[in-house]
């Protein structure tokens, strides 16, 4: 296993789209840890699959580095990286059985016959699919053979790393609940370095111990699933995690308080906002915006409360900018009402990049 280090990459799939200034990637320069859990997360588009396919080698980038521990693997081949590779869609060879699947990696790695097999019906019983190891993989449902591709994948304990590439797009929705409990306790047992791409935040959150969010071929933040709700370094993280996202109020700064329209937030002393130049922006999740009696806190109009499970989501407006709140089922919403933000959740953002809170 590895420490795996991308060392200020940059990728364009032509040399004319590099010409163009048009990059799959546009920089990143960070490191996944030997032995952690990582989600990959981002909107469709964002570069996950490119950065993925750089880590394990199918695709060489167009500058920088790829480093296992110290050693520069960058020209390796995927073989010589050593590293799994799970796609969104299943890789199966049809005419072999389900077990001769599983089999298949070992025997190219010349593993004994003995490990091989206690390896397989260990992966078989985890995947369920004992009843199935001497089937033929065609006519197997696309279920199956995913996890046929997942198990191919696991069954590699020696290797550098792991990657999924959105492995449970095609497993219906029983299914996925269960195999990501189980990818989370197989990484408990093995401490294998995982990196787990997806699109959808709660299946990032509750695989990963760090999340890291990439946007327009950049990664913008990495960090817990608590410091992306808390303190998103960037307004896309804000609205992207959350669910409704983070309120982000156009503002201006004056004498320590935000001012959005003619209302005046007070800001902590620990976010200077003075002399900020650039385009300013106030943030607050919607779960720190409470209403309050007419006349004491923030003028707003609701304009519509919505009943979800055990919230109550109030749409409203401030000086015309949308401000969501969420207060807990059940609460009383009066017609004429102020709004209150909890000044421990404000965000100062300048250019859409988080204003760091002065160390207390
Ligand atoms: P994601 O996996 O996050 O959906 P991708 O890494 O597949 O994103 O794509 C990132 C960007 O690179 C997109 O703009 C996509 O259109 C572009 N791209 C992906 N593959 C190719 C390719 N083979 N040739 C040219 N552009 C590509
Ligand atoms: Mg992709």
Redesign the pocket.
């Known amino acids: 296993m590895a420490r795996i280090r991308l060392d200020h990459i940059r990728h364009a ?2 040399p004319e ?1 590099a010409k163009a200034g048009t990059y ?1 990637l546009r920089e990143v320069d960070h490191a996944f840890e030997d032995g952690g859990a990582y989600a990959l997360l ?10 993925l396919n750089i880590i394990s080698g199918l695709l060489t980038p167009s500058e920088g580095h790829v480093r296992f521990d110290e050693k520069d693997v960058t020209r390796l081949t995927p073989e010589a990286r050593n590293i799994a590779q799970v796609f969104q869609f299943p890789v199966v060879y049809d005419t072999m059985t389900v077990a001769e699947n599983l089999a298949f990696p070992l025997r190219n790695r010349r593993l004994p016959a003995g490990e091989i097999r206690s390896r397989v019906s260990n992966m078989l019983a985890r995947l369920g699919l004992e009843v199935k190891a001497n089937r033929k993989a065609r006519g197997l449902t696309a279920d199956e053979k995913q996890k046929i591709s997942l198990g191919r994948g696991l069954v590699r304990s020696e290797v550098n790393a792991i990657l999924f ?1 959105e492995p449970l797009t095609v497993i219906d929705p029983h299914m996925k609940w269960q195999l990501r409990s189980q990818l989370k306790d197989l990484h408990r047992q093995s401490r294998m370095t995982m990196v787990y ?1 997806t ?1 959808d935040q709660t299946e990032a959150l509750t695989f990963a111990d760090k999340v890291v969010v ?1 946007y327009e ?1 950049e990664v913008v933040q990495i960090g817990t699933p608590e410091e992306l709700f808390d303190r998103p370094r960037h307004t896309f993280v804000g609205y992207f995690i959350g669910s409704p996202g983070m309120n982000v109020l156009p503002c201006r700064v004056e004498n320590g308080a935000a001012l959005v329209g003619q209302a005046r937030v007070p800001l902590p002393a620990a976010i200077d906002g003075a002399g900020r130049a650039g385009r300013l922006e106030l943030g607050i999740r919607p779960e720190f915006v409470t209403l309050v009696p007419r006349g004491t806190g923030l003028p707003v109009s609701v304009e519509r409360v919505e009943d979800v499970g055990h919230e109550r989501v109030v749409r409203a407006r401030l000086f015309g900018e949308k401000l969501v709140s969420v207060l807990p089922e059940g609460t009383p919403v009066p017609a004429e009402a102020d709004a209150a933000f909890d000044p421990a959740a404000l965000n100062l953002y300048a250019d859409s990049w988080l204003v760091e809170r002065r160390p207390a």
């Open positions: 799939y032509t789209l799959a981002g909107p469709s588009g964002c570069g996950k699959t490119t950065l590439d791409v699109h990439m071929g």
